[in-house]
């Protein structure tokens, strides 16, 4: 699969992604929701889907575990950004309205 291919699966799985996100989250805030709660259960709920993809990723807990370690300062400066990026999505599409 050459380079372009690639690409334009990455973005179509993305896309693919965020599409059913953003109907939830719009559909949730219509009917009454507030925004922290849905913030709340859309971060809980990923959790485990993360935690999951990491450690098959990382080939098991203790691998994942070493990997921490050795990149905590990494993992303490992404993580309050990956939140607030999170936290952000979701109010952006909480407080606009759709063209």
């Known amino acids: 699969m050459n380079s ?10 993305g896309v693919l992604c965020v599409s059913p996100d953003a109907v939830l989250v719009r559909y949730l805030s219509e009917n009454g929701a507030r925004p922290w709660t849905i ?3 859309k971060l809980l709920l990923s959790i ?7 450690l098959y990723e990382a080939g098991g807990f203790r691998q994942l575990y070493r990997s921490v370690v050795v ?3 990494y ?4 993580i309050p950004v990956q939140a607030t990026v999170d936290i952000c999505f979701t109010l952006a599409f909480v407080y606009t309205s759709a063209a």
Do not use: D, E, V
Request: no cysteine.
């Open 4 to 13: 372009r291919s690639k690409g334009l699966l990455i973005i179509l799985a």
């Open 39 to 41: 913030i709340f259960w």
């Open 48 to 54: 485990p889907i993360t935690a999951g993809y990491a």
């Open 71 to 73: 990149g905590r300062f």
């Open 75 to 78: 993992y303490a400066a992404a």
